[in-house]
């Protein structure tokens, strides 16, 4: 199938809407935890994770800030300028799912999709107890996206807890291992399985892919 601009935007909206949220392919599943001046926490659902820097260890993620809906995981985060980034485990795509809904502000979505607070020293964002892959961390700027009307909110990581089991010597994580998911669009969950590992790329070690058999140049 060959879809033109012209053609894509003459689609009916709900299938536009799904065809371009699962262009970009298997994204990140995160919940993205956070806490008021009032101690009312929220569990919000999101798929735009991305590496910003790792020295400083900088992360970011979309926001869409809407004037006929609160955004309450903006809120918090502008508040008290930190908030946490928990993987989904695989045994919990339902209930993160579900997180998605627009509970008012008085509702924690920790309570009502059944997730459990946790918190580490004196840091005071909750991060997810089901989570195996987690980070804590400090909001250092909020960089409005005019194209698209939307917030990339950056956070420098504080805190990070990774198991032991899914972390080789040289640093790399197994995602797989982790039992993180990733999402397809605005409803679809992909378990994570490591199909290759490859050495740091250089030119001069790069295979002669033309060939049938696969040499290396020396």
Not at 16 to 43: A, F, H, Y
């Amino acid at each position: 199938m060959y879809l033109s601009e012209s053609s894509i935007e003459k689609m009916p909206h709900v299938k536009r809407l799904n065809i371009i949220n699962s262009v970009s392919g298997i994204k990140p599943g995160n919940l993205i935890g956070t806490k008021d001046k009032n101690d009312q926490t929220n569990l919000a659902i999101i798929s735009s994770v991305v590496h910003l820097g790792s020295n400083p260890p900088y992360l970011g993620f979309i926001l869409r800030p809407d004037q006929n809906v609160r955004r309450h995981t903006h809120e918090n985060i502008s508040e008290n300028k930190v908030f946490t980034i928990n993987h989904i485990p695989s045994d919990f795509i339902e209930r993160a799912h579900y997180t998605s809904a627009k509970f008012d502000k008085n509702i924690s979505e920790f309570q009502k999709c059944g997730f459990t607070e946790e918190y580490y020293e004196d840091f005071t964002a909750p991060f997810v107890k089901e989570s195996k892959l987690k980070m804590g961390l400090i909001h250092e700027e909020s960089v409005p996206i005019k194209s698209s009307n939307t917030l990339m909110i950056i956070g420098r990581i504080l805190h990070l807890i990774i198991p032991d089991t899914s972390l080789s010597e040289e640093g790399y994580i197994d995602l797989g291992v982790a039992d993180s998911v990733g999402i397809s669009g605005l409803n679809a969950y992909y378990t994570l399985k490591k199909v290759g590992e490859f050495p740091y790329a250089r030119v001069e070690k790069t295979p002669e892919f033309n060939d049938k058999k696969t040499k290396f140049t020396s």
